[in-house]
């Protein structure tokens, strides 16, 4: 199978792509590697790329390219034909959308479009999206469920993923475009990125500096393990989506369609309070941590659980990595990484 993968220098993107050259498949990765945090952390992914493709004899091809470059994508998708797309790539961070939202155009809105375009033309059997719990926003039934309605964003960043969501059903209905969309929940683990809770709270506490705890730690996250996410991520890759022939215009289900289109939360299905999180840190590390007791920020959810049920359904998988053991496997990365 050839799959382009976008994103690939990144978090999630890098461990999906490594995933599938272990397993054989020919990867074509696609990213513009910006400077959002230390592009130190991104070359190194990319590196470790190529050594596995060169271990395993599986193709890989990267194009260091901007996805908001409608061009480029197309010419990456005429040369390389891929038969399945996973779009990793996007501007993450909460609190930065409030800052610099027309980052979130390009990368999230512009690049979106260039790629439902691309896998429109050129046939794609099967594109794979990120989404984000945080299209949840101000609801509060939990756990969450995919099969309500998602239409009070807390900012920016979790309204142009909800856009992503709306952008892929009008293909998947007007093109027969089978697209699948991931709501993850609050993802770690080792190669993680520089600007989440876990690194900064690792890398803050290891130089005896303290850290920004915001609504005092009260907050709970449903902590989903990267390699859960990654599970999660290529069997719904190989589960194509289909249309869904009990949905009915009278009771429409946001999570499925009568076009070939459905979402899924990938979540740990287990929150757990931001303060037990920290607790898990310390416990890692032998070190205590010093705590900056903060309000919540603007944005911010104060509680996410995913209820994970219709991916178990529909690709026998469940994510279950306790936190305690996430943490410690990010925290052993950490230090061999940074040499600390």
Not at 100 to 117: D, G, K, R
């Amino acid at each position: 199978m050839k799959i382009l993968v976008t994103g690939n220098a990144g978090f999630i993107g890098f461990h999906v792509a490594k995933r599938l050259l272990e397993r054989g498949d020919s990867v074509v990765g696609f990213d513009v590697v910006n400077d959002y945090y230390d592009t130190t952390i991104k070359e190194a992914r990319l590196k470790i790329l190529e050594e596995t493709a060169a271990r395993t004899g599986s193709e890989y091809v990267f194009l260091r390219e901007d996805l908001a470059d409608q061009q480029e994508v197309n010419t990456a998708f005429r040369e390389h034909r891929p038969e399945r797309v996973i779009h990793l790539a996007a501007q993450a961070g909460v609190r930065y959308s409030l800052e610099n939202p027309h980052a979130y155009v390009q990368s999230n809105l512009v690049a979106f479009t260039n790629i439902l375009e691309a896998c429109r033309h050129e046939r794609v059997q099967h594109l794979i999206y990120a989404s984000t719990s945080s299209v949840y926003g101000a609801n509060t039934n939990m756990p969450f469920s995919e099969h309500e309605s998602v239409n009070h964003p807390l900012q920016f960043y979790a309204a142009t993923k909800k856009a992503n969501e709306l952008m892929a059903h009008s293909y998947s209905h007007l093109y027969r475009l089978p697209t699948t969309g991931l709501r993850f929940f609050t993802v770690y683990g080792p190669w993680g990125r520089p600007d989440m809770a876990l690194f900064l709270f690792t890398k803050a506490t290891l130089a005896g500096e303290p850290i920004s705890v915001f609504n005092h730690g009260h907050h709970t996250r449903d902590f989903t393990y990267i390699d859960d996410i990654v599970e999660g991520v290529v069997r719904a890759s190989d589960d194509v989506a289909k249309a869904n022939h009990e949905w009915s215009s009278d009771a429409p289900d946001p999570a499925t369609s009568n076009a070939p289109y459905r979402i899924f939360n990938i979540g740990n299905n287990d929150p757990v309070k931001l303060s037990a999180y920290i607790e898990a840190i310390e416990e890692a590390l032998d070190k205590k941590v010093i705590k900056d007791l903060l309000p919540l920020q603007p944005g911010d959810v104060p509680d996410t659980y995913a209820d994970s049920t219709e991916l178990e359904s529909a690709v026998g998988y469940k994510p279950a990595t306790p936190v305690k053991d996430g943490v410690y496997n990010f925290v052993s990365w950490y230090r061999d990484f940074y040499q600390v």
